[in-house]
């Protein structure tokens, strides 16, 4: 299945935008591909543009989407580049039972709480479905509705910690992060790295 490279982008509010496509403020031809480059950019021009899918409160995607120019204050933490899967065509591997998709995404309350999120209109028709009584939720609908990455893949991911100035390699450093009280972060995805 053919996917695209994103960032998820986590901002100092605690919003989280994904999938998000980050551009040097002059020049938004160029998508940058690179965290090391987007790490560049950002501290030697102090901005960059972000450009996600935007949804609305019900999971529906909304026409155009959201491009904005951030100043580096504005963020806390870049993660990437993910692999970004299209709702539609998705292969047998894509597709999880609820209890599965909380344990790979760490989610407190296992199933139920996906279901829950079913029953309020969190996900798309073409993010889950019952198959012989099963609830199936699919790996886009994941990353959409809770993280682009899975609680495993914290690991093995790079992560530009913003404010910190740093880009995290190893989980040693990631967790030494997490420890540190002035990363937002720390505090609102701490659960994600613990394994």
């Known amino acids: 299945m053919e996917h ?9 509010n605690g919003e989280r935008l994904w999938p998000a496509s980050i551009f040097p403020a002059r020049n938004e031809r160029a998508a940058l591909t690179d965290l090391q480059a987007v790490r560049e950019f950002l501290e030697r021009e102090g901005k960059v543009v972000i450009s996600v ?6 999971g529906e995607r909304l026409q155009g989407g959201h491009k904005r120019v951030y100043a580096q204050h504005e963020l806390s933490m870049i993660q990437g580049p993910i692999p970004s899967y299209p709702p539609h065509g998705i292969s047998v591997n894509e597709v999880f039972g609820l209890s599965e998709a909380a344990r790979l995404w760490g989610i407190e309350g296992g ?8 029953e309020r209109g969190e996900f798309n028709p073409s ?11 699919t790996f886009s609908g994941m990353q959409r509705r809770y993280n682009a ?3 495993n893949q914290w ?6 910690i913003v404010p910190e100035g740093a880009i995290l390699e ?5 967790l030494r992060s997490l420890n540190n009280p002035l990363s937002s972060f720390a505090r ?8």
């Open 4 to 12: 695209l490279l994103c960032f998820q982008v986590i901002l100092a």
């Open 53 to 58: 899918i935007a949804y609305d409160v019900h």
């Open 111 to 118: 199933g139920a709480t996906i279901r829950k999120a079913l």
């Open 127 to 137: 993010e889950i479905r019952k198959s012989d009584g099963i609830l199936l939720v």
């Open 149 to 151: 990455v899975m609680k």
């Open 155 to 160: 690991r093995e991911l790079h992560t530009y």
């Open 170 to 174: 190893d989980t040693e450093n990631l």
């Open 188 to 195: 609102r995805h701490r659960k994600a790295a613990e394994v």
